[in-house]
């Protein structure tokens, strides 16, 4: 998922997700030029506690 399109989703500015992504709070994957949040990863981790 697109960075702006997660920070529509999560109620937070692109700006803002984009430095959460920089620090690693979200698990991303590079395609091309974009940076993609990897969405399954991310709820997977949520589920385990992690």
């Known amino acids: 998922m697109t ?3 997660f920070a529509d989703l ?3 500015t692109a700006a803002t ?3 959460q992504v ?3 709070y ?3 994957k590079k395609v ?5 949040i ?3 990863l991310f709820v997977d981790e ?3 506690g992690i």
């Open 17 to 19: 997700v984009k430095s």
């Open 38 to 40: 990897n969405i399954v």
């Open 10 to 12: 999560v109620g937070l």
């Open 26 to 28: 979200y698990p991303t």
């Open 3 to 5: 960075i702006d399109k």
């Open 32 to 36: 091309g030029k974009r940076t993609l």
């Open 46 to 48: 949520l589920r385990s």
């Open 22 to 24: 920089n620090r690693g």
